[in-house]
C-alpha cells in the first residue's frame, strides 16, 4: 500500500510541499498519497486576505493577519521560486516591493501550475495528531457539516504557519480605556484610525509597518511604545517613539520615562504564539519565534520522531526560499532518497546550530545565519539552483536603505538571483502610493 | 466509588449547578465527585467582563460578549435566586434594572456562600468528550502549561452557555470598507464610536442595546438595519431602522429599499451560534436558538444518552431561575431523586413541548411557555417556593414600558416575587446617567 502524508495547511509552506511532490511525480517518482487539511475556504494562508476578525464564519479563530495596503516589507527577489520566476509568471519584469495581493497571485500561480488543488480539503480543522504502532492518527472536523473523523498517515507534515494566534499582554487602565484596543492580528484598514491619536505598543516589523500604514493613511499622530530598545528609523512627521507603557489612566498613556500621551486606540504589534495544541504532548513544538527551534533536524524534523514533519517554524528573513528548501528536504526523505542520521547525531546538528545562532548579535549575521541554512539544505536536494549569495547581499542592502528612508525603501530596485532581471522602479512612490491593487501596480489600469 | 461528574463551564449555570449539588450535602446528602472545567482565570462566565477580544491570553476564542456600561435589560426580580434574594445579598432593597457588575456581584455572592470555588480548575479548556463503555471521557488542555488529559465520569454536564462564538454574515462590499467591522461579541466600549455614523445590523437585544448605547455616549447618528422586520421602538433622535442592508460601496451601505447612509463603523447583531465542537457527535446537540430545542428531555437531557445533561442551551426570558430549576432537576436525576420515563416517552414530551412551541405567536405567549416550562421542572424537585405567575406579569409589564419608552423602560420599578420588596427608583434616570459602577448604582459613593 502507498504510504499516506498529512499535511496540515495550504498556506506557502503547505503549497511548496505540495509542488515539491508533483515535480518529483511528474519526473517519474513513486509518489505517496497526500491530503491536504486547510481549516480556511481558500488556500493562500496569511496571504489568502479577509476582512474578518477575531472568530471567522464558522467559529474558528480567523487564520489572516494580513491587512488592507500590506506591501512587502523585503525585496522580493529575497523569496523568489527559484522554479517559478517572476518574470514567468508576470511576463514583464516588476518592482522589488508588491503589495500583497500581487504575491497572493504569484504563491498561487506556481500552485496552479503543478495542479495540487485537488489535494486539499478545504473547510477542515486538524484536531488531533497523535502517534502509536507507527502510525500517525489525524482527526479532523469538516467545519461544514460539523461531522469528525480520524485517519491514519505514516507522515504528517506541519505547515500551519505561526503568525495566527496572538500573544497579546495586559497592562493596568486597558479595562477602562475608551477605546479600542486590537492586536495587530486584528488591524484590517488603515482608514479606521484617520484624524486619530493612535498608540503602537511593539518593536518589530508590524509595529514598523502599521505605524507607517496608520500615518499614511491620515492617522493625526502615531506613538510607538517600545519594551527594551527603539527601532530608531527616521519616521516621518507624526510618528515617534517613546519607552515602555507603564498604565493608563482613562485615555491617557502613561510610559516609564513619566511622559504622557492622550491616545483614541491601541495597536498591539506584540508578536504571535506558536500555537499547535492540535499535536499531542510528545509531537509538539514548543518554542518562541527564533531562527532556530529546538528539537526540529534540518529545521523541520521533529527530533524524537522524524516522520513528524514541520514546515516554516522558524523567525524568518527568508520566506518561501525558504519554505521551498525545507519542503524539497521534506519530499525527499519521504521517498527515500535522503537518509536521517541517528537521533544522537541528529542532536548535535541541531545543538550546533543553536550554538551558531546564539553567537549572532546583529541582524546582518543573521541574514547569513539563515542563507547558511538554507545552503545546508539545498546542498542535498535537487532544488533549482539560484544565487544565494546576492539574496545575502540584498537583504544587507535592503537594511541600511531601511536605516536611511524607512518611508522610501521599497522604492528601490533589486536584481534577480534567478533571472538577473533587475526591477524596474515603482511607477509612483511608495509613500504617495495609496492604491494597492495588482492592476495599479501593474501598470495595466 | 463515588460516581463522577463533569461540569464544562463555570458561568451561571455551572455555579448554579455546584450550588444546587451543595444544597443538597449540606442537607446530608451523599454527592457525587465533583470537578468543574472553566477555561477562562475566572468564574462568571458572560459576566466576567473582559477587555480582550478576538482570541485570548492563551489563544483561545474570548468567551466574554459583554461591554462597559452594559445594564440588565430585563427587570432583575425575573432572574432572582429564589434561595439567595437581591436583599440577603445586598442588604438594602436595590433598582430593578442593575448594571453588569452588581449582576456579576449577586452571581458570584452565592456561589462564594456555597463555596463551590474548590471545584473549579480554571485555565483549562475541554477539548473532547465521548461516552463508551458506560463512562464519559472527557479531555481537557490545561492552558498555562499546555497539558493534555483525559478523566473518566459517569455524568457530563455541559454548562458553556451559546452566546459566545459569533453568527457573522459577510456582505458585498465588506471587503473594501475603511472602518471596523465588528460581531457585537467584540464590541466593548460606547465611547469608541463618538462622534461617529454607526451601522448596527439586526433586530434583536444586542442590536437594541447597542444602538441605545453607542447613541447615548455620543455616536453622531445609529442605524439599524433589520433583516425582516424593524423593531419598532420609540427611537431617541440620532437612531433610525431601514430595511436589510444589500450591499456597501466603499463608506456608503445601501439598503434594500434603494437608500443609502455613508457610516463610519459597522457592528453586527446578527447572533450567536451553538458551538460544541468539543463534543462527540453522538452526544453534541446541535441547534438553533430556540425556546425548545430538539433532542432534550425536560430542557437538559440529552434524548440517546441522559447521563449527557445540558443546561442554559434555551433562548431565554428567564436566565438565572431557569437555570436553578434545571439544575436542581439535573441533580435530583444524578442522586437519583427523580428517574426518568423511556426514551420513547422522553422523546413524546419533547415533541408536545415543541407543538406548543409552534403554536407561540407573540411574545408574550413566549414567556408563558418559558414559565410553564420552568414550573414543570421546579415540580419535581425541592427548589424553593417563589412566585412564579408574579414574574411572568413583570415580563409582559415590561415589554409593555419598552413599547412605551425604550430609553425609560430601565427607569421602572418591579416587586420580588422571592420576598416582595418593591424596588426602589434609581437616583438618576438610565438615560442621563454615564457612570456604570457598583458603588454608583449602589448610592455608596
Known amino acids: 500500500m502507498a504510504s499516506r502524508v498529512a499535511i496540515v495547511g495550504a498556506g506557502p509552506c503547505g503549497l511548496a510541499q505540495m509542488h515539491a511532490f508533483e515535480q518529483a511525480r511528474a519526473e517519474g517518482a513513486d509518489?505517496?498519497?497526500?491530503?491536504?487539511?486547510e481549516k480556511q475556504s481558500d488556500w493562500g494562508g496569511l496571504w489568502n486576505y479577509t476582512w474578518r476578525t477575531g472568530l471567522d464564519e464558522w467559529g474558528e479563530p480567523v487564520h489572516g493577519s494580513m491587512y488592507r495596503f500590506l506591501w512587502s516589507n523585503g525585496p522580493k527577489e529575497c523569496l523568489?521560486?527559484?522554479d517559478y520566476a517572476f518574470d514567468e509568471h508576470f511576463g514583464q519584469p516588476i518592482p522589488s516591493f508588491p503589495p500583497r495581493e500581487v504575491l497572493y497571485d504569484y504563491i498561487t500561480g506556481r500552485a496552479k501550475k503543478s495542479n495540487v488543488r485537488e489535494f486539499i480539503e478545504f473547510n477542515t480543522a486538524v484536531r488531533w495528531i497523535s502517534y502509536s504502532d507507527e502510525t500517525f492518527s489525524v482527526t479532523v472536523e469538516n467545519l461544514a457539516d460539523r461531522s469528525t473523523r480520524t485517519e491514519?498517515?505514516?507522515y504528517v507534515i506541519v505547515a500551519t504557519g505561526h503568525f495566527s494566534v496572538p500573544h497579546m499582554p495586559s497592562y493596568p487602565g486597558f479595562e477602562q480605556f475608551p477605546g479600542r484596543i486590537m492586536h495587530s492580528h486584528d488591524f484590517r484598514d488603515s482608514r479606521e484610525f484617520d484624524g486619530k491619536d493612535l498608540l503602537v505598543l511593539g518593536s518589530s516589523y508590524s509595529a514598523e509597518d502599521i505605524a507607517l500604514q496608520t500615518r499614511k493613511y491620515g492617522a493625526k499622530s502615531v506613538t510607538i511604545s517600545y519594551r527594551t530598545n527603539p527601532m530608531g528609523f527616521p519616521w516621518p512627521d507624526g510618528i515617534d517613539e517613546v519607552p515602555k507603557l507603564s498604565h493608563l489612566d482613562g485615555d491617557v498613556a502613561h510610559f516609564i520615562d513619566g511622559t504622557t500621551r492622550r491616545v483614541d486606540a491601541i495597536v498591539l504589534c506584540t508578536g504571535y504564539q506558536h500555537s499547535l495544541g492540535f499535536v499531542a504532548e510528545d509531537l509538539r513544538l514548543r518554542t518562541n519565534n527564533v531562527l532556530y527551534p529546538d528539537n526540529l533536524y534540518?529545521?523541520?524534523f521533529w527530533l524524537d520522531n522524524p516522520k513528524m514533519i514541520y514546515l516554516g517554524m522558524q523567525d524568518q528573513y527568508y520566506t518561501f526560499t525558504m519554505f521551498d528548501g525545507q519542503a524539497w528536504y521534506a519530499r525527499d526523505y519521504i521517498l527515500g532518497r535522503v537518509t536521517l542520521p541517528s537521533r544522537d547525531e541528529m542532536a548535535v546538528d541541531i545543538a550546533e546550530w543553536r550554538a551558531k545562532l546564539d553567537a549572532c548579535e546583529t541582524p546582518i549575521q543573521e541574514i547569513d545565519f539563515q542563507a547558511d541554512y538554507i545552503a545546508d539544505l539545498c546542498r542535498d536536494v535537487d532544488y533549482p539552483e539560484f544565487d544565494l549569495d546576492l539574496t545575502r547581499e540584498h537583504f544587507k542592502t535592503w537594511e541600511h536603505h531601511k536605516e536611511e528612508s524607512i518611508i522610501g525603501y521599497r522604492d528601490r530596485s533589486f536584481s534577480s538571483p534567478c533571472?538577473?532581471?533587475v526591477a524596474p522602479a515603482h511607477h509612483t512612490p511608495w509613500w504617495q502610493e495609496l492604491d494597492d491593487s495588482m492592476?495599479?501596480?501593474?501598470?495595466n489600469k
Open 298 to 300: 534540518k529545521g523541520v
Open 80 to 82: 523568489e521560486f527559484a
Open 152 to 154: 491514519e498517515f505514516d
Open 31 to 37: 509518489v505517496p498519497d497526500i491530503v491536504c487539511f
Open 439 to 443: 492592476a495599479t501596480f501593474l501598470g
Open 419 to 421: 533571472t538577473g532581471t
